[in-house]
């Protein structure tokens, strides 16, 4: 039985030149790819477990484990070859070949690894992030990849985004240093209208929406922004945190809401858009 195995083992699957492919060498190869899954498993969850332990950062977890994932991948395909029987030197004329394919149709995924591991120690993009894309698409950072960021919308679908547009273009991480944000809810009330009734009844909007900041340093303000061609426009400035940072659109419902129910209760008028027409005979 064992001398038959051994035979089935040493068939040969390929053979070109000096270079001679047998079963056993694939077996082996498969496996030491089975072994390094199994292995990036319980590195990551060690490394998991040591970094709690010592209080680390999520992100710095999350760092920690890409950059494991990485050099246990490449050291496993280089042992997967050498199981193969590919010498160091054909490994070598192999690197050289890709050398030539990252000059010619490479250069993005390059760049983009390149970039991924950028953004992973500068710590310009972090898991969990509220990020503003230049096309105006906002979405929470969710994974770091080797070649693209994914990104879950609003919508709730799932965008990926390479890399290098993170370092060469103008991102708005609404979530960098921290989880505070500034929303400016526009309205507008009509000509005539006590401009110190619409700052109290913008007030009274602010403190009506239990999401509302109040400090020291950030507190609710009115502020008149333009005498427009139908109304004067105003700006009601609050502050919000957390989670409600994420739900820009959610958080505006809500004060427009409580800002039409205050203008209401004081009989202030909200404008609309008139023409006058006058007929010449």
């Known amino acids: 039985m064992i001398e038959q195995l051994q035979d089935w083992l ?19 190869a498969l496996g030491i790819l089975l072994l390094g899954v199994l292995l990036l498993r319980v590195v990551n969850k060690a490394s998991s477990a040591a970094a709690k332990r010592s209080g680390a950062h999520d992100q710095n977890i999350y760092i920690i484990q890409r950059v494991l994932k990485y050099i246990v991948y490449s050291v496993v395909i280089l042992l997967a070859f050498s199981a193969l029987g590919v010498s160091f030197d054909n490994l070598m004329l ?38 503003e894309l230049p096309n105006g698409l906002l979405g929470e950072v969710r994974e770091i990849n080797i070649r693209s960021t994914l990104i ?44 110190a009734a619409v700052r109290e009844a913008g007030l009274k909007a602010a403190e009506d929406v239990p999401i509302t900041l109040h400090r020291e340093d950030i507190k609710p303000g009115v502020l008149v922004t333009e005498l427009g061609s139908s109304g004067v426009e105003c700006s009601l400035i609050v502050w919000a945190k957390g989670e409600w940072v994420k739900r820009p659109g959610l958080v505006k419902s809500q004060y427009l809401t409580a800002i039409y129910n205050r203008l209401r209760e004081s009989e202030i008028e909200i404008p609309f858009p008139q023409m006058d027409v006058h007929m010449r005979s």
């Open 10 to 28: 040493s068939i040969s699957l390929l053979t070109l030149g000096d270079f001679n492919l047998r079963i056993a060498d694939m077996a082996s």
């Open 94 to 131: 192999v690197a050289g070949a890709l050398g030539v394919g990252i000059g010619f149709g490479l250069q993005s995924i390059v760049n983009n690894f390149v970039c991924g591991i950028i953004i992973l120690f500068e710590k310009s993009l972090r898991i969990g992030d509220f990020v």
């Open 152 to 195: 879950r919308t609003l919508d709730n679908a799932d965008i990926l985004v390479p890399n290098a547009d993170f370092v060469s273009n103008q991102v708005n991480n609404w979530t960098l240093n921290d989880d505070i944000r500034r929303f400016s809810i526009h309205f507008s009330v009509a000509y005539g209208s006590d401009l």
